[in-house]
């Protein structure tokens, strides 16, 4: 396809995860899943050219369908690839946009955020979002700088410029081994440093010999008996991680805190889209591009079998309405087990991503998420608030009731 040709636009928002320095980063966090990446490219030099840049901001805005086109930046440590170049990016989203609004988000482990950084992405209003796992000793425990040592304290300083030039953050925690046993201090923590969006990611990782192409994880659909990584979480481990933030959030951060998995429960609840793809019915609309523009079916499934094109031969269009990328997306729901789809709490979970669906139900059928236990266990415990939250809303008043609605029960306990 010419690259000037007419790029029809999607039946629905697309959602890329662009990779500008490849899997590069400047810390060595133990369980990075991205880091090995850079094995896919060891011969090349990392960075996006300014030509790539046009060509997927021209093709990435003309395949919308809706007035306004998100950009999500992520890496690696997408900073790495200068200020310089995301200038450029501002100039030819202006170049192409053609009335349309367009939004700008930055995945960030914040040790790199300067003064002129922030200036920047206050200036062109970003939401940033900073790579944090909770106070210094669970956020040390796995992240690490690239010579060695913890790097909390340089996350927080970046924190604190943020503060300071009053750009928009969220906060992104992984729930690993290690600070899932620290639920309370880790949501006051959030708090504590502004973080009123939370998005929580557990960790499941397999380790496996180096795959030929130099890869150590596994992709979920290479069921072995390989080791979990160390740093995964334990499934009850995670459910009482949540259920210890929830008890907390519904009683007293209610419309004043947001976490993610909660607000999507809520939305699954009364037959809405969450807002994470992990708890839609089905996935593929939210790929990852890397530097060169290589698309892969998601930012969890890079991997040579997972490559669906590359934008210098086809367009996004063409890419996500691809046969392969339509059977991956539908796959999320047509592959569930039968435990899943026999289970009372199906629609608040969806399977959950499937990357992890790695183990075996209950009569023996693959493709049960590892992490089932534990979000039944979380779901079970959140239904009644979920339920009067959605009673609340079909009739048109704040789900932020059921904060009195918890203090009236617990004084009847």
């Not at 901001?57 to 395949?63: A, H, K, M, T």
């Not at 019915?281 to 499934?301: I, K, L, Q």
């Not at 779901?379 to 789900?399: N, T, V």
Request: charged letters at 20%.
């Amino acid at each position: 396809m010419s690259r000037t040709a007419y790029i029809e636009p999607l039946d629905k928002p697309l959602y890329l995860m662009a990779k500008p320095v490849g899997a590069a980063c400047n810390l060595r966090c133990d369980y990075c899943y991205y880091l090995e990446k850079s094995q896919l490219y060891a011969s090349r030099r990392c960075q996006m050219s300014d030509e790539m840049l046009e060509l997927y901001i021209r093709n990435y805005i003309e395949c919308q369908p809706s007035a306004e086109v998100q950009f999500c930046w992520h890496g690696g440590e997408p900073i790495l690839r200068g200020l310089d170049f995301f200038r450029r990016a501002m100039v030819l989203q202006r170049k192409y946009a053609k009335g349309r609004r367009i939004d700008n988000s930055l995945q960030t482990n914040g040790t790199l955020l300067t003064d002129e950084w922030c200036r920047f992405l206050k200036d062109y209003d970003f939401l940033v979002g900073i790579s944090i796992d909770g106070p210094e000793h669970c956020h040390d425990h796995y992240r690490h700088a690239a010579g060695g040592g913890g790097s909390f304290k340089q996350v927080m300083r970046g924190v604190n410029l943020l503060l300071k030039h009053d750009v928009p953050f969220n906060t992104m925690s992984v729930i690993n081994s290690y600070n899932a046993d620290y639920a309370d201090e880790v949501y006051h923590f959030l708090k504590q440093i502004g973080g009123h969006y939370m998005q929580f990611s557990p960790v499941v990782e397999r380790l496996s010999g180096v795959r030929e192409d130099g890869l150590h994880l596994l992709p979920a659909e290479q069921q072995t008996t390989a080791e979990l990584a160390p740093w995964s979480v334990d499934p009850i481990q995670m459910g009482n991680f949540y259920i210890q933030i929830f008890d907390e959030w519904v009683r007293h951060d209610v419309g004043r805190y947001f976490v993610q998995l909660f607000d999507s429960a809520l939305a699954c609840h009364v037959g809405m889209l969450p807002s994470s793809c992990i708890f839609a019915p089905t996935c593929g609309h939210a790929a990852a591009m890397e530097f060169n523009g290589d698309v892969y079916s998601c930012d969890h499934y890079v991997y040579p079998e997972h490559r669906i094109g590359n934008l210098h031969q086809l367009s996004f269009w063409q890419m996500m309405n691809d046969s392969r990328q339509q059977t991956f997306g539908q796959n999320k729901r047509d592959k569930l087990p039968p435990q899943c789809r026999a289970c009372d709490v199906l629609h608040l979970c969806n399977g959950e991503c499937p990357k992890n669906r790695i183990d075996a139900d209950r009569d023996g059928y693959e493709g049960l998420n590892y992490l089932c236990r534990g979000y039944y266990a979380f779901f079970r415990h959140a239904l009644p608030a979920l339920d009067f939250m959605a009673s609340e809303l079909r009739a048109q008043r704040s789900p932020a009731n059921v904060m009195r609605w918890m203090s009236d029960n617990d004084k009847k306990s």
